[in-house]
């Protein structure tokens, strides 16, 4: 049998007594508070089919890039773990073996928040209180698979008892949102909204990016094959997102770079885009230009921008070729922010009924440029650590290195980023109690007062996403 799963009740908070009391207190304010969850990849499908979820390998594993790409990294091969082959090609599809394969291994996860937020789920959710191992895999299993069977765990059963005030998935520009509509016609009272993600037709880069645009212009009857009518395009698929509740726009791309160019340039660099002909120098040109006319478009609707630049996706290329995007590969890369902002911020930088919230998975531009920037311009907030960050030890660097100078009201709380809608609510505990961690660490140091770091830490959890995204 597998050791004992401990849940301590002052996990994750600070050793010291005085600040270890005063954690407790602050998050005994906040750990009920309703979740608000701005921006994450979870499969809107679930809540509008409201349909039991699979068997536990394809609902802890398959889709967790987080968990494969571990195993990956110690020499499993991504098709016994069942990840679906771009060519359709033999894969491992009987799930108790994968099961049995994550145990064999689960000793990888050893200090990471992966393990962290599973075992949360375990214990909570489905009252086990046994750590994953190979002797118990098949018991875990079988837990697992009859529980996901019942009602009260269906995916909208689910969303209410986790205390979810709303929660926005991440889709393409292309997408029908029939699953949205779906949802919206149910009456079920659960907020799941779209956020529009354009990279498939502002990225040159994209692949299929021609054929993404032309069939742009088909959903929209614009002529996208001009520059004019490309923008018109965007701008009415950002209206019908509105229409059923989007807030916010997302954009992934290399890097932070913006462009202000003259339209004439604009119309010359999008037919070459169209042609496929842009340099590297040209394409981020491009992708630059498009979150400033992004950023244009939102004076007029209001979404709110997140850049979320410093990734080199898809970097291990055999394994692209195999199994396509997102498969755990994505390496974050230097990235720089002052120059690149300054075309962007030069147009709209002081525009207060703007916002353009920032992310970074380079964690040397915290306190040399995004605090800073932050901190002066009314436009721009930062988003929470993400990625490799969304970790205990991350999210308490973040916080050290930015709140002094970009203060926490410049600041969009935490967001959970995931595609495990089961391991929402553990990966917002954890924010909880490392945000009461470090604000008692500014109590027990008499640089904030109890009252304050109580109001803080109740910003931190649920109003200011909820402010800054509109919900």
Known sequence: ????????????????????????????????????????????????DNAAFPNPAELFLIPDHYLFRMLHSQGVPLEKLGIPRVDGGPVETD?????RLFADHYHLFRGTPSRMWLEHVFFFLFGIDQRLAPANAD?????????????????????????????????????????????????????VIPAFRPDPVVDPDFPGFAQN??????????DTNLWEGYLA???????????????????????????DLTASACRTLFAKALQGGLSAGEAELFRGQMVTEMVRMSLDDGLVIQIHPGAFRNHNEALFRRFGRDKGADIPVRTEYTQALKPLLDRFGNEPDLTVVLFTLDETAYSREL???????????????????????????????????????????????????????????????????????????????EDEAADLAADLANRLAKGAYKL
């Open 1 to 48: 049998m597998g050791r004992t799963i401990v849940m301590d009740e002052d996990r994750l908070f600070p050793s010291d007594r005085t600040e270890r009391g005063i954690a407790r207190r602050l998050y005994a304010e906040v750990k009920d508070l309703p979740i608000v969850s701005p921006h994450g990849h979870t499969d809107p499908r679930w809540y509008a």
């Open 95 to 99: 799930p108790r073996k994968i099961w």
């Open 139 to 191: 018991e875990i299993y079988d837990r697992l698979a009859a529980t996901l069977l019942k009602p009260e765990f269906r995916p909208r059963a689910l969303f209410d008892r986790f205390n979810i005030e709303a929660l926005a998935t991440t889709d393409s520009p292309l997408d029908s949102l029939e699953q949205h509509r779906k949802i919206a016609a149910s009456g079920w009272k659960g907020k």
């Open 213 to 222: 645009v032309a069939r742009l212009g088909e959903l929209t009857g614009k």
């Open 233 to 259: 395009a965007l701008a009415d698929r950002r209206r019908f997102f509105k229409e059923l509740g989007c807030t916010s726009t997302d954009h992934g791309h290399p890097s932070a770079a913006t462009a």
């Open 371 to 449: 605090a800073p920037l932050a901190g002066h311009y009314p436009i721009l907030k930062l988003g929470p650590s993400w990625w490799f960050f969304d970790s205990p030890e991350g999210m308490l660097r973040y916080k050290r290195l930015v709140m002094e100078t970009a203060g926490f009201a410049n600041t969009v709380g935490f967001n959970d980023d995931t595609r495990a809608f089961l391991s929402i609510p553990a990966r917002h505990d954890m924010a909880r109690r490392i945000d009461c961690a470090f604000l008692a660490e500014l109590v027990a140091s008499h640089r904030l007062d």
